[in-house]
């Protein structure tokens, strides 16, 4: 089984609005204040955006060197190989920990954002 396999807790987009929302930082169902309100509370909020912060700059630089040497196919090939494994390596260690964590999955958390209407700065 890969880190990516196994159980996953329910994605908040499959809830039932009635439930409420979940948290992506604790899991936990909680009533919306206002309409675009992502975390259960501002801590939580802030300790998953410092994250999200920290780990992308370890992962932005990698991810575009991989990107631009098309994972080593060209460009500076040895670069591009190792850009990309080690991103990937990143990826892993990040999704276990969100898991051990009981952190909301990121493909979720991107399908929540997305479905609340966030774009990309």
Not at 23 to 30: M, R, T
Request: net charge positive; with cysteine; glycine share 8%.
């Amino acid at each position: 089984m890969t880190v990516l396999d196994g159980p996953a807790r329910k994605p908040a987009e499959s809830q039932n609005a009635s439930q409420g929302d979940t948290c992506p930082e604790c899991g936990s169902v909680y009533a919306r204040v206002h309409p675009n309100q992502m975390f259960c509370t501002p801590a939580h909020s802030k300790a998953f955006n410092n994250r999200l912060l920290k780990r992308g700059q370890s992962l932005t630089p990698l991810s575009m060197a991989a990107r631009i040497t098309r994972g080593g196919w060209c460009g500076d090939t040895a670069t591009g190989i190792k850009a990309r494994q080690m991103a990937e390596q990143l990826i892993a260690r990040y999704v276990a920990e969100d898991k051990a964590a009981g952190r909301m999955r990121m493909d979720h958390y991107v399908a929540l954002r997305i479905r609340k209407g966030f774009t990309p700065a």
